[in-house]
């Protein structure tokens, strides 16, 4: 058989990654380390398109030339296990892809050691999981750009379509580009999750609304500038009902979030870069803090605390859409100032527009907004941060109000809103004149003669203190 393709890792990703592929015509080889979950593969999925091979070399003899391999294992050496498992049998200019979610480090590090062989290699960030693999997800693949056309056919039939019949997937750069840029993605799809954490936990805990009535307000929501895929399952998930013991199911489920790192990569990536991706960073912490529950429950009870009475006005609805919205803007604008610095930094000229508008379908955080994104670099692809552009500058000025009155009432009311917190720090900070930085050069030049600059004269300087400790 001479197959488009072939997909290496028959997991839940992979698996539904082959079936996209022959759902849209490709002929796919699949292939997976241990036989049985091949077998099972091909057992609960047969299709005319798909052929299942046992070993390395029948499966590398089984693709068109130059070959395509997507690879859809567990991050880590399963990746490197199945790169070397397979080049001593490529030929030059295969292409081996790799869609799991690899630190962009160890895909720059293996697109190096592939390419120097002669070969053609991707790192490909693929978001939408399960569902999205199968009937599109946004894809975005980072390697050597003269390789590309070849894979572009395959990944921009299985991508999900924006509204506007465009193709979620789009070359990103090279190396590590794709994974970057996926990185980046899961960074603030933490933070756009953590905001809309905090939405309903002032609106039950502050404003004591219930589930139902919360999941009216975000379905209304939805509606509107926040229109999107989270908010959307969040009106959803609010109003399930539990089949297991009555009641809602979201107040069965123990008050305590996983992750997977990905966030925290990105709120590391932030740190070597200095870039300030705060809301990010504070959406890792709240699911650290929240993962020591019987600390809390413990802590809960010990009088601790001391809140203060809050008024609940007519607004307050209002006020936690309108910060909700102000709050998301700050952080998709620290993540896009993410994807600038590193665009610069490992010179990848990354497309921001263009990679605003991939996440427009088949991801979790596909949203409305996202056109007021890529029409904010189409206006001025130079543009430093997003909150100078036209359209973000006027929401958050018409929104900032409402994000400073809901942090207030939340600090009086002791619920912590660190996300929304941050993201209204951010924006001061940004826009503030004296930020008390002159202080700490004085200190610094104090403790350590790290020296200072001068608002009045050019130059470096150190200043012998006089010291009365
Ligand atoms: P999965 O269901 O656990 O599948 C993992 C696959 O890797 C299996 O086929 C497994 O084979 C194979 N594998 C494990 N160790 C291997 C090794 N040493 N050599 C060769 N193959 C090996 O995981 P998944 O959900 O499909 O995820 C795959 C990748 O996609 C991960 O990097 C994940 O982070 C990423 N991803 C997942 C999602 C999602 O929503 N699930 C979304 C985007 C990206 P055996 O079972 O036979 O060991």
């Given at each position: 058989m001479n197959a488009n393709i072939a997909v290496i890792g028959m997991g839940v990703m992979g698996s539904c990654l082959a079936l996209n592929m022959a759902n849209h015509k490709f002929k796919v080889s699949v292939y997976n380390y241990t036989p049985d979950l091949t077998d099972k593969f091909i057992k609960n999925h047969p299709h005319e398109n798909i052929t299942a091979y046992y070993d390395i070399p029948s499966l590398v003899q089984s693709v068109a030339r130059p070959r395509k391999f997507f690879i859809m294992v567990t991050a880590g050496k399963a990746v490197d296990a199945v790169i070397d498992s397979l080049l001593p049998y490529l030929e030059a200019d295969d292409i081996i892809m790799d869609g799991g979610n690899s630190f962009y480090k160890d895909t720059q590090r293996r697109y190096k050691y592939v390419t120097e062989k002669g070969f053609k290699y991707f790192g490909v960030g693929v978001s939408g999981g399960e569902e999205g693999a199968l009937n599109g997800p946004a894809l975005m693949p980072g390697g050597n750009k003269e390789s590309y056309p070849p894979v572009q056919s395959v990944l921009e039939a299985i991508a999900a379509k924006a509204d506007d019949g465009k193709p979620c997937c789009t070359y990103i750069g090279e190396d590590g580009a794709g994974h970057y840029v996926k990185m980046v993605h899961n960074g603030i799809e933490y933070a756009d999750m953590q905001l809309i954490a905090e939405a309903y936990l002032l609106l039950k805990n502050v404003g004591g609304l219930t589930n139902e009535q919360i999941s009216a307000v975000f379905n209304d929501w939805n509606k509107g500038e926040l229109s999107s895929f989270l908010i959307n399952i969040t009106a959803d998930i609010l109003k399930e009902k539990d089949d297991i013991n009555g009641g809602y199911l979201v107040d069965k489920i123990l008050d305590s979030a996983g992750q997977k790192g990905t966030g925290r990569w990105t709120s590391i990536a932030a740190l070597e870069q200095g870039v300030n991706t705060s809301i990010m960073t504070s959406a890792c912490n709240a699911r650290n803090i929240s993962s020591f529950y019987a600390k809390r429950q413990q802590l809960a009870d010990s009088g601790l605390k001391q809140p203060l009475p809050v008024q609940i006005d007519a607004d307050f609805v209002e006020d936690v859409r309108r910060s909700l919205y102000a709050a998301k803007i700050a952080a998709y604008t620290q993540g896009f100032e993410l994807y600038k610095s590193a665009s610069q930094i490992h010179d990848w000229n990354l497309n921001l527009g263009e990679v605003a508008s991939i996440f427009r379908a088949g991801c979790i955080i596909k949203a409305k907004f996202l056109n007021n994104i890529t029409a904010a670099y189409q206006k001025?692809?130079?543009?430093?941060?997003?909150?100078?552009d036209d359209f973000f500058f006027s929401k958050i000025r018409e929104n900032q109000l409402s994000l400073r009155k809901i942090i207030a009432k939340a600090v009086y009311a002791g619920v912590p809103i660190p996300a929304f917190s941050n993201a209204m720090a951010y924006i001061d900070g940004l826009c503030t004149k004296t930020v008390g930085a002159n202080l700490i050069q004085a200190q610094r030049d104090y403790f350590g003669a790290h020296t200072y600059k001068r608002i009045d004269r050019d130059g470096i300087f150190h200043h012998q203190w006089q010291k009365h400790y």
């Open positions: 001025n692809p130079q543009l430093d941060n997003l909150l100078e």
